[in-house]
């Protein structure tokens, strides 16, 4: 029998945060080591809440995926309260405004998680000027910091759609062109092959 949820103060769903990324860091290591595939070519990709975990995965284990696609995602976790629907999410990601919490939340904010001198695999971000949830400085300010640090990013950012619309605003037709191409680019065009871990969508 599943153990019920109960809600939670605010710090213990932050403790929390890193065993969900413990759980999927566990589930590329044993891809790997049942030889399902190989580190290069796996790459995670995620939308809102799992575009922050896709963010994760990058910065805390990057030596586990070759990439990451992370659509309309939360990535700076210490100003996420303070833009747009952030405020709602404390009790599911912690309050950054709480030094206890943000002890917590520090180390898995990939904008923050991000060391000079170190490899990351290619990141993908692809958000939307439209979205009121997440808001697109999250991925803006990722690119950029990325970019600063001479690290491989691309990022696209659509001027329509929202945020549970399709990669940030783009057309079905549209998204169909636009992932596998990009996605071919990052994975040196070797997309046979290539093991897809996707992190889900947090809505």
């Known amino acids: 029998m599943a153990t019920p949820w109960v809600p939670q103060p605010g710090h213990r769903r932050a403790a929390r945060r890193g065993v969900v990324v413990d759980d999927l860091a566990a589930i590329a290591r044993q891809l790997v080591e049942r030889g399902v595939t190989t580190p290069e070519r796996i790459t995670v990709h995620g939308g809102s809440a799992g575009g922050l975990l896709a963010g994760e ?3 805390l ?4 995926i070759g990439a990451a696609v992370a659509e309309v995602p939360l990535m700076d976790m210490r100003r996420y309260t303070h833009l ?7 009790t599911e990601f912690g309050d ?8 917590l939340m520090e180390p898995l904010s990939p904008f923050h998680a991000l060391r000079a001198g170190r490899d990351y695999p290619p990141l993908l971000l692809l958000t939307s000027t439209a979205d009121d ?3 697109p400085a999250h ?3 990722m690119a950029y910091r990325m970019e600063a640090m001479g690290l491989d990013v691309s990022y ?8 549970t619309g399709s990669a940030g605003g783009a057309a079905p037709e549209q998204e169909l062109d636009l ?8 994975a040196e065009g070797a997309l046979d092959g290539i093991t897809l871990v996707y992190a889900g969508n947090g809505g």
Do not use: N, Q
Not at 61 to 64: A, F, I, R, Y
Not at 96 to 103: E, L, R
């Open 133 to 135: 949830r997440v808001h």
């Open 179 to 186: 992932e596998p191409a990009v996605a071919g680019e990052i």
């Open 61 to 64: 284990h990057p030596e586990l």
């Open 139 to 141: 991925a803006r300010t």
């Open 84 to 90: 747009l629907a952030g405020a709602f999410w404390r």
């Open 57 to 59: 995965m990058l910065t």
């Open 96 to 103: 950054p405004d709480d030094p206890a919490d943000w002890a």
């Open 156 to 163: 696209v950012e659509m001027t329509e759609g929202g945020h």
